[in-house]
Protein backbone atom coordinates (compact mmCIF):
# COMPACT_ATOMS: atom_id res chain seq x y z
CA UNK A 1 0.00 0.00 0.00
CA UNK A 2 1.53 3.42 -0.87
CA UNK A 3 1.77 7.06 0.89
CA UNK A 4 -1.75 7.69 -0.40
CA UNK A 5 -3.47 5.02 -0.08
CA UNK A 6 -2.60 4.58 3.36
CA UNK A 7 -2.97 8.28 4.50
CA UNK A 8 -6.94 7.83 2.38
CA UNK A 9 -6.93 4.92 4.94
CA UNK A 10 -6.44 6.48 7.73
CA UNK A 11 -8.64 9.09 7.11
CA UNK A 12 -11.49 7.09 6.68
CA UNK A 13 -10.60 4.94 10.15
CA UNK A 14 -10.51 8.65 11.45
CA UNK A 15 -13.49 10.14 10.29
CA UNK A 16 -15.95 7.09 11.03
CA UNK A 17 -14.53 7.23 14.79
CA UNK A 18 -15.88 10.38 15.05
CA UNK A 19 -18.77 9.60 13.51
CA UNK A 20 -19.54 6.95 15.85
CA UNK A 21 -18.75 8.83 19.40
CA UNK A 22 -21.49 11.79 17.81
CA UNK A 23 -23.74 8.79 17.07
CA UNK A 24 -23.84 7.69 20.44
CA UNK A 25 -24.39 11.19 21.80
CA UNK A 26 -27.04 11.86 19.14
CA UNK A 27 -28.91 8.51 20.52
CA UNK A 28 -28.68 9.01 23.87
CA UNK A 29 -30.46 12.46 23.04
CA UNK A 30 -32.84 11.34 20.74
CA UNK A 31 -34.43 8.60 22.57
CA UNK A 32 -34.68 10.97 25.71
CA UNK A 33 -38.78 10.41 27.12
CA UNK A 34 -41.32 12.51 25.91
CA UNK A 35 -38.21 15.04 24.18
CA UNK A 36 -39.81 17.77 22.22
CA UNK A 37 -39.59 17.34 18.18
CA UNK A 38 -38.16 21.11 18.43
CA UNK A 39 -35.00 19.47 19.23
CA UNK A 40 -34.71 17.95 16.00
CA UNK A 41 -32.90 21.02 14.12
CA UNK A 42 -29.92 21.12 16.57
CA UNK A 43 -29.13 17.66 16.51
CA UNK A 44 -29.73 17.27 13.16
CA UNK A 45 -26.64 20.32 12.82
CA UNK A 46 -24.53 18.02 14.91
CA UNK A 47 -25.44 15.09 12.69
CA UNK A 48 -24.81 17.13 9.19
CA UNK A 49 -21.51 17.83 10.78
CA UNK A 50 -20.20 15.26 12.45
CA UNK A 51 -21.59 11.88 10.78
CA UNK A 52 -22.80 12.59 7.63
CA UNK A 53 -19.84 15.06 7.26
CA UNK A 54 -22.45 17.51 4.87
CA UNK A 55 -22.14 20.76 6.43
CA UNK A 56 -23.69 22.64 3.15
CA UNK A 57 -26.60 20.92 4.24
CA UNK A 58 -26.96 23.06 7.37
CA UNK A 59 -25.54 25.98 5.98
CA UNK A 60 -28.06 26.26 2.84
CA UNK A 61 -26.21 28.41 0.60
CA UNK A 62 -29.01 30.29 -1.26
CA UNK A 63 -27.44 32.83 -3.88
CA UNK A 64 -24.17 32.40 -3.90
CA UNK A 65 -21.60 29.73 -1.95
CA UNK A 66 -20.15 31.90 1.09
CA UNK A 67 -16.97 31.68 2.70
CA UNK A 68 -16.46 29.90 6.11
CA UNK A 69 -14.47 31.47 8.70
CA UNK A 70 -13.06 29.59 11.79
CA UNK A 71 -12.96 31.51 14.95
CA UNK A 72 -12.09 30.38 18.17
CA UNK A 73 -12.88 31.81 22.00
CA UNK A 74 -16.54 34.04 22.84
CA UNK A 75 -14.96 36.71 21.99
CA UNK A 76 -14.49 37.32 18.43
CA UNK A 77 -17.31 39.21 16.95
CA UNK A 78 -19.12 36.94 14.69
CA UNK A 79 -21.82 40.07 13.27
CA UNK A 80 -18.72 41.45 11.34
CA UNK A 81 -18.21 38.32 9.59
CA UNK A 82 -21.41 38.13 8.72
CA UNK A 83 -21.55 41.46 7.47
CA UNK A 84 -18.44 40.73 5.43
CA UNK A 85 -21.06 38.31 3.82
CA UNK A 86 -19.13 35.37 5.07
CA UNK A 87 -20.22 32.85 7.75
CA UNK A 88 -18.20 31.45 10.51
CA UNK A 89 -18.04 28.92 12.07
CA UNK A 90 -16.61 28.28 15.85
CA UNK A 91 -14.02 25.43 15.85
CA UNK A 92 -13.58 24.46 19.46
CA UNK A 93 -14.26 21.17 19.51
CA UNK A 94 -14.77 18.21 22.26
CA UNK A 95 -13.54 15.17 20.21
CA UNK A 96 -11.39 12.40 21.58
CA UNK A 97 -10.67 11.28 18.65
CA UNK A 98 -9.08 14.45 17.25
CA UNK A 99 -7.39 14.92 20.68
CA UNK A 100 -5.15 11.95 20.09
CA UNK A 101 -4.00 12.89 16.85
CA UNK A 102 -3.69 16.80 17.91
CA UNK A 103 -1.00 15.36 20.26
CA UNK A 104 1.65 15.13 17.79
CA UNK A 105 1.56 18.99 17.94
CA UNK A 106 0.67 19.61 21.31
CA UNK A 107 2.63 19.15 24.75
CA UNK A 108 1.35 16.07 26.98
CA UNK A 109 -0.11 17.73 29.45
CA UNK A 110 -1.79 20.53 26.89
CA UNK A 111 -5.40 21.30 27.03
CA UNK A 112 -7.43 19.03 25.42
CA UNK A 113 -9.57 21.19 23.92
CA UNK A 114 -6.14 22.72 21.82
CA UNK A 115 -5.45 19.32 20.83
CA UNK A 116 -8.44 18.60 19.33
CA UNK A 117 -8.83 21.70 17.34
CA UNK A 118 -5.04 20.02 16.12
CA UNK A 119 -6.07 17.09 15.43
CA UNK A 120 -8.69 18.54 13.25
CA UNK A 121 -6.90 21.14 11.46
CA UNK A 122 -3.53 18.13 10.80
CA UNK A 123 -5.96 15.40 9.97
CA UNK A 124 -8.08 16.89 6.80
CA UNK A 125 -11.22 14.63 6.18
CA UNK A 126 -14.10 16.70 8.43
CA UNK A 127 -15.53 19.02 6.03
CA UNK A 128 -16.64 21.63 8.42
CA UNK A 129 -12.94 22.63 9.17
CA UNK A 130 -11.75 21.80 6.04
CA UNK A 131 -13.75 24.58 4.49
CA UNK A 132 -12.45 27.31 6.70
CA UNK A 133 -9.46 28.44 4.84
CA UNK A 134 -8.63 31.42 7.37
CA UNK A 135 -8.99 30.59 11.40
CA UNK A 136 -9.45 34.02 13.38
CA UNK A 137 -7.95 33.05 17.23
CA UNK A 138 -7.97 35.49 19.92
CA UNK A 139 -4.89 35.14 22.61
CA UNK A 140 -7.28 34.39 25.58
CA UNK A 141 -4.98 31.65 26.88
CA UNK A 142 -1.10 30.47 26.18
CA UNK A 143 -2.58 27.52 24.77
CA UNK A 144 -4.67 29.50 22.27
CA UNK A 145 -1.23 31.48 21.51
CA UNK A 146 0.52 28.52 20.51
CA UNK A 147 -2.85 27.30 18.88
CA UNK A 148 -2.27 29.62 16.22
CA UNK A 149 1.35 29.41 15.64
CA UNK A 150 0.71 25.21 15.08
CA UNK A 151 -2.49 26.43 13.22
CA UNK A 152 -0.71 28.32 10.80
CA UNK A 153 1.23 25.24 9.45
CA UNK A 154 -2.62 24.00 7.67
CA UNK A 155 -4.16 27.38 7.35
CA UNK A 156 -3.86 30.93 7.65
CA UNK A 157 -4.24 32.33 10.92
CA UNK A 158 -5.28 36.07 11.87
CA UNK A 159 -4.53 36.52 15.96
CA UNK A 160 -6.16 39.26 17.69
CA UNK A 161 -4.44 40.59 20.77
CA UNK A 162 -7.14 40.52 23.57
CA UNK A 163 -6.01 42.70 26.64
CA UNK A 164 -6.24 40.90 29.62
CA UNK A 165 -6.47 44.33 32.02
CA UNK A 166 -9.86 44.53 30.79
CA UNK A 167 -10.87 48.20 32.83
CA UNK A 168 -7.87 50.23 31.69
CA UNK A 169 -8.56 52.47 28.93
CA UNK A 170 -5.76 51.53 27.23
CA UNK A 171 -7.44 48.17 27.20
CA UNK A 172 -10.15 49.80 25.54
CA UNK A 173 -8.52 51.38 22.90
CA UNK A 174 -6.26 48.29 21.92
CA UNK A 175 -9.18 46.29 21.46
CA UNK A 176 -11.04 48.90 19.58
CA UNK A 177 -7.91 49.00 16.99
CA UNK A 178 -8.12 44.78 16.90
CA UNK A 179 -11.86 44.97 15.99
CA UNK A 180 -10.86 47.64 13.23
CA UNK A 181 -7.74 45.56 11.54
CA UNK A 182 -9.93 42.67 11.84
CA UNK A 183 -12.54 44.58 9.63
CA UNK A 184 -9.77 45.29 7.36
CA UNK A 185 -8.66 41.59 6.98
CA UNK A 186 -12.32 40.43 6.40
CA UNK A 187 -12.88 43.59 3.56
CA UNK A 188 -9.89 41.98 2.01
CA UNK A 189 -10.20 38.33 1.96
CA UNK A 190 -13.55 37.89 1.91
CA UNK A 191 -14.74 37.33 -2.13
CA UNK A 192 -18.37 38.70 -2.61
CA UNK A 193 -20.01 39.87 -5.54
CA UNK A 194 -20.88 43.13 -3.99
CA UNK A 195 -19.45 46.60 -5.06
CA UNK A 196 -16.40 47.60 -3.34
CA UNK A 197 -16.75 45.03 -0.85
CA UNK A 198 -17.17 46.91 2.04
CA UNK A 199 -18.52 46.76 5.49
CA UNK A 200 -20.95 49.21 5.50
CA UNK A 201 -23.20 50.34 8.62
CA UNK A 202 -25.78 49.04 6.56
CA UNK A 203 -24.61 45.66 6.45
CA UNK A 204 -23.27 45.67 10.00
CA UNK A 205 -27.07 47.05 11.44
CA UNK A 206 -28.04 43.94 10.06
CA UNK A 207 -26.11 41.63 11.06
CA UNK A 208 -25.80 43.29 14.81
CA UNK A 209 -29.80 42.61 14.36
CA UNK A 210 -30.04 39.03 13.34
CA UNK A 211 -27.37 38.17 16.62
CA UNK A 212 -29.61 40.10 18.85
CA UNK A 213 -32.78 38.15 17.89
CA UNK A 214 -30.87 34.92 18.86
CA UNK A 215 -29.41 36.35 22.04
CA UNK A 216 -32.96 37.30 22.86
CA UNK A 217 -34.19 34.07 22.26
CA UNK A 218 -31.23 32.62 24.79
CA UNK A 219 -32.35 35.00 27.44
CA UNK A 220 -35.62 33.00 26.75
CA UNK A 221 -34.91 30.01 27.34
CA UNK A 222 -32.39 30.79 30.62
CA UNK A 223 -35.68 32.64 32.37
CA UNK A 224 -37.22 29.32 31.28
CA UNK A 225 -34.45 27.12 32.87
CA UNK A 226 -34.54 29.40 36.04
CA UNK A 227 -38.43 27.90 36.62
CA UNK A 228 -37.62 24.99 39.53
CA UNK A 229 -40.26 22.96 37.45
CA UNK A 230 -37.46 21.54 35.00
CA UNK A 231 -38.43 21.38 31.55
CA UNK A 232 -35.43 20.82 29.79
CA UNK A 233 -32.27 18.31 30.55
CA UNK A 234 -28.64 20.42 30.79
CA UNK A 235 -27.30 17.86 28.18
CA UNK A 236 -30.27 18.97 25.90
CA UNK A 237 -29.24 23.13 26.09
CA UNK A 238 -25.68 22.49 26.01
CA UNK A 239 -25.96 20.50 22.48
CA UNK A 240 -28.55 23.00 21.50
CA UNK A 241 -25.95 26.06 22.30
CA UNK A 242 -23.10 23.63 20.71
CA UNK A 243 -25.33 23.61 17.66
CA UNK A 244 -25.09 27.34 16.77
CA UNK A 245 -21.32 27.16 16.78
CA UNK A 246 -22.25 25.65 12.98
CA UNK A 247 -25.18 26.88 11.89
CA UNK A 248 -26.51 29.87 10.32
CA UNK A 249 -27.87 32.90 12.66
CA UNK A 250 -31.11 33.08 11.44
CA UNK A 251 -31.88 29.34 11.12
CA UNK A 252 -31.24 28.50 14.36
CA UNK A 253 -33.04 31.50 15.62
CA UNK A 254 -35.99 30.22 14.25
CA UNK A 255 -35.72 26.80 15.28
CA UNK A 256 -34.84 28.72 19.08
CA UNK A 257 -38.16 30.34 18.63
CA UNK A 258 -40.21 27.06 18.05
CA UNK A 259 -38.29 25.59 21.11
CA UNK A 260 -38.76 28.35 23.49
CA UNK A 261 -42.67 28.08 22.62
CA UNK A 262 -42.56 24.46 23.36
CA UNK A 263 -41.08 24.52 26.56
CA UNK A 264 -43.13 27.53 27.53
CA UNK A 265 -46.11 25.33 26.91
CA UNK A 266 -44.84 22.54 28.77
CA UNK A 267 -44.78 25.07 31.63
CA UNK A 268 -47.76 25.68 31.24
CA UNK A 269 -49.25 22.03 31.03
CA UNK A 270 -46.91 21.13 33.88
CA UNK A 271 -44.79 18.89 32.35
CA UNK A 272 -41.50 18.65 33.99
CA UNK A 273 -38.16 16.42 33.13
CA UNK A 274 -37.37 15.29 36.52
CA UNK A 275 -38.48 15.08 39.61
CA UNK A 276 -39.14 18.23 41.65
CA UNK A 277 -36.61 17.71 43.82
CA UNK A 278 -33.99 16.59 41.46
CA UNK A 279 -31.18 18.92 42.85
CA UNK A 280 -30.00 21.35 40.28
CA UNK A 281 -26.57 21.68 39.18
CA UNK A 282 -24.89 24.90 37.80
CA UNK A 283 -21.93 23.78 35.81
CA UNK A 284 -18.73 25.99 36.11
CA UNK A 285 -15.57 25.99 34.80
CA UNK A 286 -13.89 24.65 31.29
CA UNK A 287 -16.44 24.45 28.73
CA UNK A 288 -18.23 21.14 27.72
CA UNK A 289 -18.12 20.98 23.77
CA UNK A 290 -20.05 18.02 21.90
CA UNK A 291 -19.56 15.21 21.73
CA UNK A 292 -17.42 15.31 24.90
CA UNK A 293 -21.01 15.60 27.04
CA UNK A 294 -19.67 12.94 29.64
CA UNK A 295 -19.95 15.35 32.72
CA UNK A 296 -23.86 16.86 32.21
CA UNK A 297 -24.43 13.08 31.26
CA UNK A 298 -23.20 11.61 34.30
CA UNK A 299 -25.30 14.03 36.41
CA UNK A 300 -28.10 13.70 34.80
CA UNK A 301 -27.67 9.97 35.18
CA UNK A 302 -27.10 9.77 38.87
CA UNK A 303 -30.02 12.15 39.49
CA UNK A 304 -29.20 15.35 39.21
CA UNK A 305 -30.59 18.28 36.93
CA UNK A 306 -27.55 20.39 35.06
CA UNK A 307 -30.02 24.03 35.27
CA UNK A 308 -27.38 26.25 33.82
CA UNK A 309 -23.72 26.33 32.44
CA UNK A 310 -21.11 29.33 33.09
CA UNK A 311 -18.32 27.87 30.87
CA UNK A 312 -17.97 30.23 27.52
CA UNK A 313 -19.65 27.43 25.62
CA UNK A 314 -22.51 28.08 27.31
CA UNK A 315 -25.61 30.20 27.83
CA UNK A 316 -23.41 33.47 27.93
CA UNK A 317 -21.65 32.72 25.25
CA UNK A 318 -24.93 34.58 22.98
CA UNK A 319 -26.47 36.42 26.22
CA UNK A 320 -25.06 39.96 25.58
CA UNK A 321 -26.28 41.60 22.77
CA UNK A 322 -24.74 44.82 21.16
CA UNK A 323 -25.61 47.67 22.28
CA UNK A 324 -28.21 50.25 21.12
CA UNK A 325 -25.54 52.70 18.43
CA UNK A 326 -26.39 55.24 16.01
CA UNK A 327 -26.54 54.11 12.72
CA UNK A 328 -22.78 55.09 11.73
CA UNK A 329 -19.82 52.77 11.89
CA UNK A 330 -17.98 54.16 14.15
CA UNK A 331 -20.68 54.38 17.39
CA UNK A 332 -21.25 50.40 15.68
CA UNK A 333 -17.62 49.65 15.66
CA UNK A 334 -17.10 50.71 19.47
CA UNK A 335 -20.49 49.09 20.33
CA UNK A 336 -18.89 45.53 18.75
CA UNK A 337 -15.46 45.68 20.77
CA UNK A 338 -17.58 46.58 24.19
CA UNK A 339 -19.94 44.04 23.85
CA UNK A 340 -16.85 41.47 23.08
CA UNK A 341 -14.74 42.27 25.87
CA UNK A 342 -16.61 44.61 28.88
CA UNK A 343 -19.10 41.33 29.81
CA UNK A 344 -16.82 38.47 29.23
CA UNK A 345 -15.82 36.85 32.66
CA UNK A 346 -12.98 34.61 30.84
CA UNK A 347 -10.63 34.01 33.77
CA UNK A 348 -8.10 35.19 31.64
CA UNK A 349 -8.78 38.89 32.57
CA UNK A 350 -7.05 40.20 35.58
CA UNK A 351 -8.56 41.32 38.15
CA UNK A 352 -11.59 38.78 37.68
CA UNK A 353 -14.08 39.63 40.33
CA UNK A 354 -16.93 40.33 37.85
CA UNK A 355 -17.07 36.55 37.07
CA UNK A 356 -17.50 35.65 41.04
CA UNK A 357 -20.28 38.01 41.03
CA UNK A 358 -21.81 36.41 38.27
CA UNK A 359 -21.56 32.90 39.49
CA UNK A 360 -23.17 34.37 43.13
CA UNK A 361 -26.04 35.49 40.97
CA UNK A 362 -26.74 32.89 38.91
CA UNK A 363 -26.47 30.22 42.27
CA UNK A 364 -29.78 32.81 43.33
CA UNK A 365 -31.53 32.90 40.37
CA UNK A 366 -31.54 29.69 39.26
CA UNK A 367 -32.23 28.12 42.71
CA UNK A 368 -28.97 26.09 42.63
CA UNK A 369 -28.34 23.01 44.86
CA UNK A 370 -24.46 22.61 44.03
CA UNK A 371 -21.96 23.59 41.48
CA UNK A 372 -19.41 20.94 39.86
CA UNK A 373 -16.43 22.91 39.33
CA UNK A 374 -15.03 21.21 35.60
CA UNK A 375 -11.47 21.54 35.06
CA UNK A 376 -10.05 20.42 31.63
CA UNK A 377 -6.53 18.79 32.55
CA UNK A 378 -3.93 21.18 31.45
CA UNK A 379 -6.22 24.21 31.56
CA UNK A 380 -4.65 26.82 34.43
CA UNK A 381 -6.68 29.52 34.21
CA UNK A 382 -9.44 27.85 35.20
CA UNK A 383 -8.33 25.59 37.63
CA UNK A 384 -6.56 28.97 38.90
CA UNK A 385 -9.57 30.55 39.88
CA UNK A 386 -11.56 27.38 41.68
CA UNK A 387 -10.24 28.14 45.30
CA UNK A 388 -11.80 31.50 44.34
CA UNK A 389 -15.10 30.50 43.35
CA UNK A 390 -15.44 27.96 46.27
CA UNK A 391 -14.50 30.64 49.13
CA UNK A 392 -17.35 33.09 47.82
CA UNK A 393 -19.92 30.11 47.26
CA UNK A 394 -18.81 29.17 51.43
CA UNK A 395 -21.09 32.49 52.24
CA UNK A 396 -24.25 31.04 50.93
CA UNK A 397 -23.31 27.29 51.70
CA UNK A 398 -23.03 26.15 48.62
CA UNK A 399 -21.44 22.80 48.25
CA UNK A 400 -18.56 22.44 44.90
CA UNK A 401 -16.99 19.28 43.79
CA UNK A 402 -13.96 19.88 41.41
CA UNK A 403 -14.12 17.54 38.79
CA UNK A 404 -10.44 17.26 36.95
CA UNK A 405 -10.98 15.40 33.34
CA UNK A 406 -10.15 15.18 29.83
CA UNK A 407 -11.82 13.78 26.24
CA UNK A 408 -10.56 10.08 27.61
CA UNK A 409 -14.18 7.98 28.23
CA UNK A 410 -11.61 5.90 30.35
CA UNK A 411 -12.42 8.19 33.70
CA UNK A 412 -16.31 8.04 33.17
CA UNK A 413 -16.30 5.32 35.88
CA UNK A 414 -14.28 7.08 38.24
CA UNK A 415 -16.22 10.30 37.71
CA UNK A 416 -19.37 8.79 38.42
CA UNK A 417 -18.62 7.38 41.41
CA UNK A 418 -17.67 11.23 42.60
CA UNK A 419 -20.55 12.66 41.30
CA UNK A 420 -23.14 10.09 42.78
CA UNK A 421 -21.83 10.63 46.34
CA UNK A 422 -22.04 14.56 45.60
CA UNK A 423 -25.78 14.37 44.43
CA UNK A 424 -26.58 11.79 47.11
CA UNK A 425 -24.95 14.49 49.82
CA UNK A 426 -27.29 17.21 47.71
CA UNK A 427 -30.75 15.10 48.15
CA UNK A 428 -29.99 14.73 52.22
CA UNK A 429 -29.29 18.64 51.99
CA UNK A 430 -32.86 19.05 50.21
CA UNK A 431 -34.43 16.70 52.59
CA UNK A 432 -33.28 18.65 55.50
CA UNK A 433 -32.93 22.25 54.62
CA UNK A 434 -31.49 22.87 58.23
CA UNK A 435 -28.77 20.47 57.53
CA UNK A 436 -25.20 21.44 58.69
CA UNK A 437 -23.53 19.33 56.88
CA UNK A 438 -19.89 20.38 56.17
CA UNK A 439 -19.07 21.26 52.14
CA UNK A 440 -16.33 18.95 51.04
Known amino acids: MNTIETDQKRKELFLRSVARHAAA???????IPKSSPAFDYFYDVMDAIFIQNDPERILNYSH??????????MVIPEELIYAAGAVPIRLCSGSFEASQIGEDFVPRDGCPLVKSAMGFSSQSGLKAFDMCDVVVIPT??????????E??????????????????????????EQMYALKARLEKHVRTSWAKNRITAQRLSNAIKNSARAQSEIRRVMAIRKSTQSVIWGRQAMTVLNSY?????????????????????KIQKGETVCHEKSPRILIAGSPGIFPNLKIPGIVEEMGGVVVNDESCAGERYLYDPV????????????????RYMAPCVCPSFTPNSDRLFMIKKMVAEYAVDGILYHVLKGC???DFEVHRVEDVLKESGQPLLRIETDYNPEDVEQ???????????LKARKKNRNSTTPIS
Not at 151 to 176: G, T
Not at 245 to 265: C, G, H, I, K, Q
Not at 415 to 425: C, W
Request: proline share 2%; aromatic share 10%; glycine share 2%.
Open 245 to 265: FYAPVTDWTEAMVRLNNDLSD
Open 151 to 176: LSLFKEVWMVELPHIKNADFSRQIWV
Open 140 to 149: TCDAKRKLGE
Open 323 to 338: GNTENNLRDQMNSIAS
Open 64 to 73: EKKQMIGIYC
Open 415 to 425: LRTRVEAFIEM
Open 380 to 382: VIY
Open 25 to 31: ELEQLRT
